[in-house]
């Protein structure tokens, strides 16, 4: 369980004049699935790389629980990252490629295999724990990231975009794996897009990030379906 709470956050790049986030305030509440969209260049990025700690804060505060994290390592946050683009290992099996997280936290390696195992088998990938990514399914890529996501059991996802590389109809399957994961693992979670349809079927809110600055917030419904 976590709570988010980002006050007056700003982005400064040195190489731009404006700033790209510009004092930005969200309240995450526990098991919270928010959905963050706008056009291309908006900032959405740049907010999930500093909600993860991999691009440096300029200004505010970023509280996750009860604790200011704007200096916290990306390994200490409880947080884990899916992004469009799978980030796949290609060189390292599907066990591999879930366990990494943990080896690199010095798990150890009875755990390793338990929790990879346990999470094979809430994603359906038990039989591919030996595959290399390349013999693998957009969509069974996709299960992979999210298995390394949620084999550290993180209080917290990110997810940049993470359907975009699929197909219409693997989209939609995989958008019902998410909210069922969602349900199962309680995550407060964070997912950037720029497809409505994805916005409207999973957000339990709605952020419309323009130029850095928050355009609109509110339910699916608010947000959509203002008369
Ligand atoms: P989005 O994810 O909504 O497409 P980004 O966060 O990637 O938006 O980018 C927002 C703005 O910040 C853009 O103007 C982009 O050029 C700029 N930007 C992103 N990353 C960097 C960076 N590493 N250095 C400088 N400017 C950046
Ligand atoms: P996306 O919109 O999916 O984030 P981009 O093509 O905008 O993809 O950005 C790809 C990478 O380039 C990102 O890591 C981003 O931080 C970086 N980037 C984007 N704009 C700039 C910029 N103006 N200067 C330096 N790096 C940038």
């Not at 390292?92 to 990494?100: G, P, Q, Y």
């Not at 993180?154 to 019902?176: G, Q, V, W, Y």
């Amino acid at each position: 369980m976590a709570k988010i709470r980002m006050v007056d956050l700003s982005k400064q790049y040195d190489n731009q004049d404006r700033k790209t986030i510009d004092r930005f305030n969200l309240n995450i509440e526990e098991q919270e699935f928010v959905v963050i969209v706008g056009p291309s260049g908006c900032g959405k990025s740049t907010m999930l790389r500093m909600l993860a700690g991999l691009e440096s804060i300029s200004d505010g505060e970023l509280w996750m629980n009860d604790k200011v994290v704007n200096d916290i390592p990306p390994k200490d946050r409880d947080i884990a990252l899916v992004f469009q683009n799978y980030a796949l290992y290609p060189h390292l099996s599907v066990f591999d490629n879930i366990a990494f997280g943990l080896k690199i936290r010095k798990t150890p390696k009875d755990q390793i295999k338990k929790q990879v195992e346990k999470t094979a088998d809430i994603l359906g990938l038990t039989d591919y724990l030996k595959h290399k990514p390349k013999s693998l399914s957009g969509g069974q890529k996709q299960r992979v990231a999210l298995g390394r996501a949620i084999v550290r059991n993180a209080n917290i996802f990110l997810m940049d975009e993470p359907l975009s590389n699929l197909d219409a109809k693997l989209r939609t399957h995989m958008r019902e794996e998410i909210m069922q994961l969602h349900r199962r693992l309680k995550a407060t979670t964070i997912y950037v897009t720029h497809d409505q349809t994805e916005a409207m079927t999973m957000a339990s809110k709605i952020v419309i990030l323009k130029d850095g600055y928050i355009q609109q917030i509110g339910t699916p419904k608010e947000v959509y379906n203002q008369p």
